[in-house]
């Protein structure tokens, strides 16, 4: 068992005490495609429980400090109801944790979950666009090549590649495992290359990587043209 299972592990049966009612846990994102990079990508997990209130929340208090020890993000929490209604609210993440997760506890919550497309693609456009308006602002004040305008690529790559499988779950099509086929893919619908967000994402987990100019400027208008491409989608039709 590897780590982060056993992180996991430790954190459901600290759960079992704290809600003996039961509850739904769910792990998804990079672990649950068995992509996870040690040292930078966060253990993502839902948990949804029937109780709630500040009594439950309090009685979970321990398990979910032992837990930030070793995992600096923290579960979602929601509860049944507003996790069933919550799909127009979160309609990418919804979309996108469909396509990689591992039910720990519970009956499956995104059994018969269906996300509207023109939800996704609002939700797509405003996340794109505020992307692509931080890289400017990013672009603008911090030197190529400098340490702190390479993290800030590095660090915004990953929501990036989210945003890539958004945009072919909007289009219709299966999202690829592996990330360089899911930015072939994006980037053939939306008409940029894919090695242009490719570097970035490979650079992810790499403090020594410096980014170029060329690195900036494929990554801005590879983010723009996406963002241009979903804004010009029409939902219901294969455009």
Known sequence: MSDVEQQVE????????????????????????????????????????EDLSPEALRAARPALLRWREGAETLPLLFGPTEWRRSTDAYPLEIAEMRTAYRLLRGSDPLAGMKVAPEDLR????????????????????????????????????????LLCRGLLILRGETVPRENGEVLEAAGKLAGFPAQAVGRVVAARADERWRCTEED??????????????VDNFQTGART
Request: glycine content about 8%; charged content about 25%.
């Open 10 to 49: 430790r954190l459901l049966a600290d759960l079992d005490q704290a809600w003996p009612r039961g509850y739904t846990a769910v792990l998804f994102g990079s672990t649950a495609r068995e992509q996870r990079i040690a040292g930078w990508s966060d253990i993502n997990l839902l948990l949804i429980a």
């Open 122 to 161: 609002m939700a797509l456009e405003r996340e794109f666009r505020g992307k692509l308006m931080r890289l400017r602002q990013g672009y603008a004040l911090m030197e190529t090549g400098s340490p702190e305008l390479s993290e800030f690529l590095r660090t915004s790559a990953s929501s990036v590649l």
């Open 216 to 229: 900036v400027r494929g990554y801005l208008a590879a983010v723009d043209a996406a963002a241009r491409y």
